[in-house]
């Protein structure tokens, strides 16, 4: 007959496996609490706008320069607003992304962020 699960990294059979699996939904969820505090900032127009972004994925402060902010051409720092907020939140991704591939081998988990 087969081996079960006796044959698993660390050993201990389907106990074993249950433990990693626990410890790995704990290393999860600390990510995840964690993820919730990090900032990142993104900007544009050679520093003109600059954002700040969390990681619940939130706009958290928009900063402009006055030379930005000119009242004939609005559609421009409307664009420069829009690629610094989503630099930002690129980069708040990548982290989040980055720390839960630490917990999960790399493994794609549908769901978690």
Do not use: Y
């Amino acid at each position: 007959m087969g081996k079960g699960f006796s044959g698993l990294p660390g050993g201990g059979g389907m106990q074993g496996l249950l433990r990693q699996a626990q410890k790995m939904q704990e290393d999860l969820a600390r990510v995840q609490e964690g993820a919730q505090k990090l900032t990142a900032d993104g900007s544009s127009g050679g520093g003109m706008v600059k954002v700040v972004a969390n990681g619940k994925n939130e706009i958290v402060s928009v900063t402009l320069q006055k030379d930005v902010v000119n009242p004939s051409d609005i559609e421009m720092l409307q664009d420069l607003i829009v690629a610094a907020s989503n630099e930002a939140l690129r980069k708040v991704q990548e982290q989040v992304k980055a720390d839960m591939a630490k917990v999960t081998g790399g493994m794609n988990l549908p769901g978690l962020f």
